[in-house]
């Protein structure tokens, strides 16, 4: 039988139930398997290969659980086998609503996480990578993965507590609770009822949970705001590299792009300070700029590229670029060198440049190899990491002197 009676669990429901539970556990499964696997150049494919899959089977889950839910609100639900049990009865249809949230939010949050932030294990065809007004975003990523995380302990403790129960009935009571899921018997009596007060319970926990993720998620500043949340006034700034009129950065981004695993992924750093001198005249200056490297953020890998095969933050927190400015034409040059990772690299970047009085406009971009830095020496081809890296720099300053 395809529907639910009032004693009994129809096919498609018991599909759906099976189908989910196994799709969690899988999951469920590589997320930890994911999480306890040491990152370096010999485990990355492995790693992208579960985390792929683990996205890919909890959207999968989503969808199925829409599904479900969708048809259970058209079926009759199947009566408690001990109604008279109230507090045993309570508490496993407070497990029964609270996993209903459970395989909705999970999922969903961490196609959100997924969808703002960029970087390593895409999901599977035939799903998207991004969501219809999910924006790129680390303060958006950071929260969806609170959710996400509080998620996966409602669904352990309410998974565990299911699985005790359905034990319990089957080897103390020895009733048909799991007969009635497993295979379809009929079993109970029509005339009882279900309580009310239990999807009441269930939505009050979602909502302390979301509540407490929310609450406790880092904050991290919104892409537009990162330049002028930047550290303009640091070491740098109170150093003049060169005699000239002054300059005082007021908002500007320092961006970097690299390519991982064939996909263009974008990072950025949150602090950094520049002391500028340029005469306008002349086309002549000079500018020191320092980094603050443990403020860098790389999508979904910012841990990875934080570590000592790449930036290595814990050894070298800051890095340096010195050069003088020179223009030919209406071309302007920044040529010096840019210390980073203890490596000391010659660097010419080139840049546009727009000065409207005491406002001046600048826009360069660089392509370094990171090989030249001894970053990812592991990662001895282009097939997870590319060699090639990008670096942008925009910002707007103003003439002091």
Same mark, same amino acid.
């Given at each position: 039988?395809?529907?639910?009676?009032?004693?009994?669990?129809?096919?498609?429901?018991?599909?759906?139930?099976?189908?989910?539970?196994?799709?969690?556990?899988?999951?469920?499964?590589?997320?930890?398997?994911?999480?306890?696997?040491?990152?370096?150049?010999?485990?990355?494919?492995?790693?992208?290969?579960?985390?792929?899959? !683990?996205?890919?089977?909890?959207?999968?889950?989503?969808?199925?659980?829409?599904?479900?839910?969708?048809?259970?609100?058209?079926?009759?639900?199947?009566?408690?086998?001990? @109604?008279?049990?109230?507090?045993?009865?309570?508490?496993?249809?407070?497990?029964?609503?609270?996993?209903?949230?459970?395989?909705?939010?999970?999922?969903?949050?961490?196609?959100?996480?997924?969808?703002?932030?960029?970087?390593?294990?895409?999901?599977?065809?035939?799903?998207?990578?991004?969501? @219809?007004?999910?924006?790129?975003?680390?303060?958006?990523?950071?929260?969806?993965?609170?959710?996400?995380?509080?998620?996966?302990?409602?669904?352990?403790?309410?998974?565990?507590? !299911?699985?005790?129960?359905?034990?319990?009935?089957?080897?103390?009571?020895?009733?048909?609770?799991?007969?009635?899921?497993? !295979?379809?018997?009929?079993?109970?009596?029509?005339?009882?009822?279900?309580?009310?007060?239990?999807?009441?319970?269930?939505?009050?926990?979602?909502?302390?949970?979301?509540?407490?993720?929310?609450?406790?998620?880092?904050?991290?500043?919104?892409?537009?705001?990162?330049?002028?949340?930047?550290?303009?006034?640091?070491?740098?700034?109170?150093?003049?590299?060169?005699?000239?009129?002054?300059?005082?950065?007021?908002?500007?981004?320092?961006?970097?792009?690299?390519?991982?695993?064939?996909?263009?992924?974008?990072?950025?750093?949150?602090?950094?300070?520049?002391?500028?001198?340029?005469?306008?005249?002349?086309?002549?200056?000079?500018?020191?700029?320092?980094?603050?490297?443990?403020?860098?953020?790389?999508?979904?890998?910012?841990?990875?590229?934080?570590?000592?095969?790449?930036?290595?933050?814990?050894?070298?927190?800051?890095?340096?670029?010195?050069?003088?400015?020179?223009?030919?034409?209406?071309? !302007?040059?920044?040529?010096?060198?840019?210390?980073?990772?203890?490596?000391?690299?010659?660097?010419?970047?080139?840049?546009?440049?727009?000065?409207?009085?005491?406002?001046?406009?600048?826009?360069?971009?660089?392509?370094?190899?990171?090989?030249?830095?001894?970053?990812?020496?592991?990662?001895?081809?282009?097939?997870?990491?590319?060699?090639?890296?990008?670096?942008?720099?925009?910002?707007?300053?103003?003439?002091?002197?």
């Amino acid at each position: 039988m395809l529907t639910n009676t009032a004693t009994r669990y129809g096919s498609l429901a018991r599909f759906f139930h099976w189908s989910i539970a196994l799709l969690i556990l899988t999951a469920i499964a590589l997320g930890l398997i994911g999480d306890n696997t040491p990152r370096n150049a010999d485990t990355v494919a492995r790693l992208q290969t579960i985390y792929s899959a !683990h996205k890919t089977i909890g959207i999968t889950v989503l969808l199925l659980a829409v599904l479900r839910i969708g048809w259970a609100v058209t079926q009759p639900r199947p009566v408690p086998l001990h @109604p008279e049990r109230r507090a045993e009865t309570l508490a496993a249809e407070v497990v029964h609503w609270a996993l209903y949230g459970a395989i909705l939010i999970m999922p969903l949050s961490g196609w959100v996480m997924h969808a703002a932030e960029s970087g390593f294990a895409p999901i599977w065809w035939p799903f998207g990578q991004g969501l @219809p007004f999910v924006p790129k975003s680390e303060a958006v990523a950071h929260t969806a993965g609170a959710v996400h995380g509080l998620s996966a302990w409602v669904i352990i403790l309410s998974i565990a507590a !299911h699985i005790a129960g359905a034990l319990k009935h089957q080897i103390i009571d020895k009733d048909a609770t799991l007969a009635r899921m497993s !295979h379809g018997r009929d079993a109970g009596d029509a005339a009882a009822t279900h309580g009310r007060a239990a999807p009441l319970l269930a939505v009050g926990l979602w909502i302390i949970v979301l509540g407490v993720a929310l609450f406790a998620a880092p904050s991290t500043p919104a892409p537009e705001a990162q330049g002028e949340k930047a550290e303009l006034t640091g070491e740098a700034a109170s150093v003049v590299p060169a005699d000239g009129p002054t300059w005082e950065v007021q908002n500007g981004d320092l961006t970097f792009s690299v390519v991982q695993i064939g996909t263009p992924v974008e990072g950025h750093f949150d602090t950094w300070s520049a002391a500028i001198t340029y005469d306008d005249t002349t086309g002549i200056g000079a500018v020191t700029v320092n980094i603050d490297t443990t403020t860098l953020t790389l999508g979904s890998v910012t841990d990875n590229a934080k570590s000592e095969e790449f930036f290595n933050v814990a050894a070298y927190s800051t890095a340096t670029f010195t050069a003088d400015i020179t223009r030919t034409g209406e071309a !302007h040059h920044a040529a010096g060198n840019l210390t980073l990772a203890g490596a000391i690299v010659p660097v010419t970047l080139p840049f546009e440049l727009l000065v409207e009085g005491d406002v001046a406009t600048m826009t360069g971009s660089v392509e370094l190899d990171r090989r030249d830095f001894g970053m990812g020496a592991g990662y001895t081809d282009e097939s997870t990491v590319g060699f090639g890296v990008t670096v942008t720099v925009n910002l707007t300053a103003t003439r002091t002197d």
